[in-house]
């Protein structure tokens, strides 16, 4: 099983839409965890961190964690075409010397 | 702030070759990475410097190696150029080790051939 598990996608919703990333992990120790972006040619670049159970909400993006399931997920309201990039996952795991990452999940948004 | 910077951002060399990539950041972290991407295979940590004058192996560290010149600064080296080693490669920093926020810098694009 792999660290962390994202569907690479490509996830294609139209523009207005919500926008549903999912991760999962298997450290059942993971404390804190990261949405990056990565727009094609680009960095990652942080948009979001989630550190305990529950909802947290920034602007248009929504990171939800559920520890007992190992399961953290990015909502996107009101998707835009600049939205369109690859988000990766990447939970911190304890005693970790850096982050694990996953491979990303493509998200298309068609105008 | 210019945050992480990298150079060169493009690079190819011939089978054999050696380079040095630079990487610096002036956001006073202490934990400096350095990353390959290749497609499909996302993010692979090669080595990481936890503070300055300390440096240790990832999972992908052969053909690979470091310096922490100082606490602004984590080069990484290719002594021997390989086809495999075709990549892109990221540093980051973070305040602290152990899987705090990371920030990426723009990355080189090294082609082999």
């Known amino acids: 099983q792999k660290e962390v598990e994202q569907n690479s996608g490509p996830l294609s919703v139209p523009e207005g839409a919500i926008a549903s990333l999912n991760c999962t992990y298997s450290?059942?120790?993971?404390?804190?965890f990261f949405w990056y972006r990565q727009y094609s040619g680009k960095s990652p670049e942080l948009i979001m961190s989630?550190?305990?159970?529950g909802d947290k909400e920034d602007g248009r993006f929504t990171a939800q964690l559920n520890k007992a399931s190992q399961y953290v997920s990015l909502l996107i309201r009101d998707s835009q075409p600049s939205d369109s990039a690859t988000y990766l996952c990447?939970?911190?795991?304890?005693?970790?010397?850096?982050?694990?990452f996953g491979s990303g999940t493509r998200l298309q948004v068609q105008p | 702030n210019a945050g992480v910077t990298q150079t060169p951002k493009f690079q190819v060399l011939k089978t054999g070759q050696s380079m040095t990539l630079q990487c610096a950041q002036d956001m006073n972290h202490n934990s400096m990475y350095w990353y390959r991407q290749d497609p499909g295979m996302g993010l692979r940590l090669i080595y990481y410097s936890a503070s300055e004058g300390t440096t240790d192996k990832g999972e992908v560290p052969n053909g690979y190696n470091v310096s922490r010149l100082n606490k602004r600064e984590f080069s990484l080296r290719l002594e021997s150029a390989a086809p495999s080693q075709t990549s892109v490669y990221f540093c980051?920093?973070?305040?602290?080790?152990?899987?705090?926020?990371?920030?990426f810098g723009p990355g080189t694009r090294l082609t082999v051939t």
């Open positions: 450290d059942r120790v993971s404390q804190s």
């Open positions: 980051a920093s973070s305040v602290y080790g152990g899987g705090d926020e990371q920030y």
């Open positions: 990447a939970p911190r795991g304890t005693g970790r010397r850096a982050l694990t």
């Open positions: 989630i550190y305990s159970n």
